[in-house]
């Protein structure tokens, strides 16, 4: 019995055993099913990601391919836009070309026709002719002659006789400096002077008009220190002396006498009126306007804030004395510059937006021409408008100042009609 039993017990034990490592089988094969599916469920995800990252490449590549299509066809379509522009330009450029040309034409047509057009006489004697000789009375019928056929001339203040007809011809020197300036050179001597700007109290002195035309700069010049401020473009010089408007703070207008070999003030006048408003409606910074010729010196003003005409003073060179004064009637409103030729002074106007300057009235001092018998002037169309114009009788040439460029304007002369 007890061998039985002790293999009965064995035989448990064994079963027993077999039990606990089947079990253990089964729990290890679980867990690596278990272990293999998360696995598998793992690589699903991860291809799940890379067909779902596949696919937006995919997506990326269609629309870069698409976006490269429709730049390369929007860039084609450029090119013939700019080619097409091109085109356009090249037609338009020719377009324009030609009408410089037709408006070079009419401007010639109509410069022709200014210097055709002769101004009429404006003394009072009934029967018009023309001055064929010198400017002095003339016997025209021999000694035997009565007195009442003689002309009684009027007191001239100048017994100068030309007038302006035209502009023969310009030259673009150079560009120096800002946008408003003044240039001229002395009528007594070949120096030319620079005023840069619309106040200051120095100017720049060149040998000659080649010198200037030729310098780099100002740098090359004489620099001329005043002892005041000169203000706005409106200097003079003539004889060796500067003539310029000096306006300090709270203080009267007053012209400046310098002597430019010198160096010093030689005399100082009052100004001729209380009034300080521009002489130029175009211009505020010219307070006044001084013009030198061989007639004497000629101050262009303003009467007064509320007077609408530019005003007139002949003053003399050595004591800036006032000798007379008149009313141009030439008005203020835009007016850009003038200057004085023979006594007469031409008033030079323009438009706000720059345009085409025009000499459009005129004022003789011994009333022997007015503006509605004289030719209107047109200036070539330049850079903008002038910020003065300065006459030169010895050259009969006018020194421009426009935008920064320097000018100088010749031009053509004719007798003043007698009446």
Request: net charge negative.
């Amino acid at each position: 019995m007890k061998p039985a039993f002790v293999l009965l017990v064995s035989a448990a034990w064994s079963f027993t055993g077999a039990q606990h490592y089947y079990q253990g089988l089964m729990d290890y094969l679980d867990n690596r099913l278990l272990a293999i599916e998360a696995h598998s469920k793992q690589r699903r995800n991860i291809d799940l990601l890379w067909r779902r990252q596949w696919d937006r490449m995919q997506l990326w590549h269609e629309q870069s391919h698409r976006y490269h299509t429709e730049l390369l066809d929007f860039k084609k379509l450029t090119d013939e836009a700019m080619v097409g522009l091109r085109n356009h330009h090249k037609v338009m450029f020719k377009d324009l070309e030609g009408a410089a040309l037709l408006v070079d034409r009419v401007e010639q047509d109509m410069d022709y026709v200014e210097t055709q057009t002769s101004p009429r006489a404006c003394a009072t004697q009934a029967d018009k002719v023309v001055e064929q000789g010198a400017w002095r009375l003339e016997e025209s019928r021999g000694e035997e002659e009565e007195e009442d056929d003689w002309v009684e001339l009027r007191s001239e203040v100048s017994d100068c006789v030309e007038i302006i007809s035209g502009i023969r011809s310009v030259k673009i020197l150079k560009r120096v400096g800002g946008p408003k300036g003044m240039w001229t050179r002395d009528p007594k001597s070949s120096k030319v002077y620079v005023f840069n700007g619309t106040s200051g109290d120095n100017i720049y002195q060149f040998n000659s008009v080649q010198d200037f035309s030729r310098s780099p700069g100002v740098a090359s010049s004489r620099q001329i220190r005043l002892p005041s401020d000169w203000r706005g473009p409106g200097s003079a010089v003539f004889g060796g002396h500067l003539y310029y408007i000096q306006q300090e703070d709270d203080a009267d207008v007053q012209v400046v006498r310098y002597d430019l070999l010198s160096g010093s003030v030689t005399d100082v006048a009052m100004f001729p009126a209380e009034s300080r408003a521009a002489v130029y409606g175009l211009n505020s910074e010219t307070v006044a306007d001084l013009a030198a010729d061989d007639q004497g010196l000629w101050l262009l003003y303003a009467a007064g804030d509320g007077e609408p005409n530019i005003h007139l003073a002949r003053m003399e060179l050595a004591s800036l004395d006032i000798e007379q004064t008149w009313d141009t009637r030439c008005p203020r409103e835009n007016a850009e510059a003038a200057f004085v030729v023979c006594g007469t002074v031409y008033v030079v106007y323009n438009t706000r937006p720059a345009s085409r300057s025009r000499i459009q009235c005129l004022f003789d001092v011994n009333d022997m021409v007015s503006s509605e018998e004289a030719p209107l002037i047109y200036f070539p169309r330049r850079y903008g408008a002038h910020a003065s114009l300065k006459y030169n009788p010895e050259e009969e040439q006018l020194y421009a100042w426009d935008d920064g460029y320097q000018i100088i304007y010749r031009l053509t002369m004719k007798r003043k009609l007698l009446v």
